[in-house]
């Protein structure tokens, strides 16, 4: 089954932060590659992140994501550089956001 992707305003707007053309494109293809089995990609979050998964993209980067297997999507939420201890750090802006009312889809 093919799952249809669904970028968010906040991961794009994450992804052209990055400002690197080439890591960009990177991760918009990795996000396009979530299409096929997207369950079977990436690793579950716990804790805070509970309900996202997160996947590799170009190096450090990580993209941030959640199924939703009743209406065949995947929504794109965040993407950034995985960088621990570090207010850039993709896992910290991704809580913000949650806690922001900015990721959440249900």
Do not use: W
């Amino acid at each position: 089954m093919t799952y249809r992707i669904l970028i968010t305003d906040t991961c794009l707007a994450l992804i052209i932060e990055i400002g690197d053309k080439k890591i960009q494109r990177t991760i918009l293809e990795r996000i396009q590659k979530l299409s096929n089995e997207p369950d079977k990609q990436g690793k579950k979050l716990v804790k805070d992140l509970s309900g996202f998964r997160s996947i590799h993209a170009a190096g450090r980067y990580r993209i941030l994501y959640k199924v939703d297997k009743e209406t065949i999507i995947v929504y794109a939420l965040a993407a950034g550089i995985r960088k621990e201890a570090d207010k850039k750090d993709i896992y910290q802006i991704a809580k913000k956001l949650l806690r922001a009312g900015l990721l959440d889809l249900s």
